[in-house]
């Protein structure tokens, strides 16, 4: 995997970063650093990660910062 930058807001909690920038869900585990991300439209287990689903994500977000994804 490349290195990759992302900057959006964000919000914290024990265990993750989830960072909310360009209709997309980063979660980032704040122990080992690993990440995944959902775009807006994907599938996941629980139907599609639609917009709503998105805006009630970046609602929590309290926080701007910038990330480097390893």
């Given at each position: ?5 992302i900057?959006?807001?964000y ?8 960072v ?6 980063y ?8 990440w995944?991300?959902r775009?807006?439209?994907d599938?996941?287990?629980?139907g599609?990660?639609d917009s709503?689903?998105y ?10 910062g910038?990330?480097?994804l390893?």
């Amino acid at each position: 995997k490349q290195i990759m930058r992302i900057t959006g807001k964000y919000y914290t909690n024990e265990n993750f970063i989830n960072v909310c920038t360009d209709n997309t869900l980063y979660t980032i585990a704040r122990n080992t650093g690993d990440w995944g991300c959902r775009k807006v439209g994907d599938k996941t287990g629980f139907g599609v990660f639609d917009s709503e689903a998105y805006k009630a994500e970046l609602e929590q977000c309290t926080k701007t910062g910038t990330f480097t994804l390893k």
